[in-house]
């Protein structure tokens, strides 16, 4: 399974560009590191790595809403 690099804007909506994919973890992480080295310190985009199958199933993954973990006691 490739790890794909992803650059993601949030505004005005949310928009995923494939920057990039790898067969080694270790390539995929050097690469993002200096990716978000290289982003303005203003920048609205962000850099994310994603280990999947497929572009799609990356982007499905990307895309998923995940729940806030509770906080406190319950």
Same mark, same amino acid.
């Given at each position: 399974? &490739?790890?794909?690099?992803? $650059?993601? #804007?949030?505004?005005?909506? $949310? ?7 790898? +067969? #080694?973890? $270790? +390539?995929?992480?050097? $690469?993002?590191?200096? %990716?978000?080295?290289? %982003?303005?310190?203003?920048? &609205? ?11 799609? %199933?990356?982007?499905? %993954?990307?895309? +998923?809403?995940? +729940?806030?973990? &509770?906080?406190?006691?319950?």
């Amino acid at each position: 399974m &490739p790890y794909y690099i992803y $650059r993601i #804007t949030e505004q005005p909506i $949310r928009l995923l560009k494939n920057l990039e994919q790898h +067969e #080694t973890y $270790r +390539e995929a992480s050097a $690469r993002v590191k200096q %990716l978000r080295a290289e %982003l303005s310190d203003n920048s &609205p985009a962000i850099i994310k790595m994603i280990h999947a199958d497929n572009e799609l %199933l990356a982007e499905d %993954l990307l895309n +998923e809403v995940r +729940e806030k973990p &509770p906080v406190g006691d319950d």
